[in-house]
């Protein structure tokens, strides 16, 4: 049987972008799952929020080129954090879903092998900060610097 807070979210399906219905449906679970309601909460809040949306991509100018990437942080209550990942070298990717481990300012995930994802499949580790992420991926000789702003696909 589908919870009422389930059926009202799958109503609304066609019109949620996916950002708003990976939030809707983390709320609704959290809100289904024991504990939740005396506000357990399985990670502890940090200082800066962590949630957000961070990004650096951008188009090449002369060359139709997108590159870069946009991570997307979710509390998903007691359930954890998630992060939903696009990566793009050259075009925009079909985007990731990953468990995250938020501690403090730190974030850490592992980003999957997913079809169609051009993600790099390791480890990435950051700290945020009010005004974004910095992190790498395990085997990566850079650190990434996201700022915080509106998704890309927005502006």
């Not at 070298?89 to 092998?113: C, D, N, W």
Request: one cysteine or more; charged letters at 20%.
């Amino acid at each position: 049987m589908v919870q009422p807070a389930m059926h009202r979210i799958v109503s609304l399906l066609p019109s949620l972008t996916l950002p708003l219905l990976l939030t809707s449906l983390m709320a609704a679970a959290a809100a289904q799952t024991p504990g939740a309601a005396s506000g357990n909460r399985p990670q502890t809040r940090p200082a800066v929020a962590v949630e957000g949306i961070y990004s650096d991509l951008r188009w090449i100018p002369g060359e139709a080129d997108l590159l870069g990437f946009e991570f997307f942080i979710v509390n998903g209550g007691v359930s954890g954090y998630y992060a939903v990942l696009q990566c793009a070298e050259g075009e925009a990717t079909r985007p990731a879903l990953v468990k995250a481990q938020v501690t403090g300012e730190r974030i850490e995930f592992e980003a999957h092998s997913q079809a169609g994802s051009l993600c790099p499949k390791a480890r990435f580790v950051g700290t945020v900060s009010r005004r974004g992420l910095t992190g790498r991926f395990d085997g990566s000789d850079f650190d990434i610097t996201l700022a915080r702003r509106p998704r890309f696909w927005r502006r």
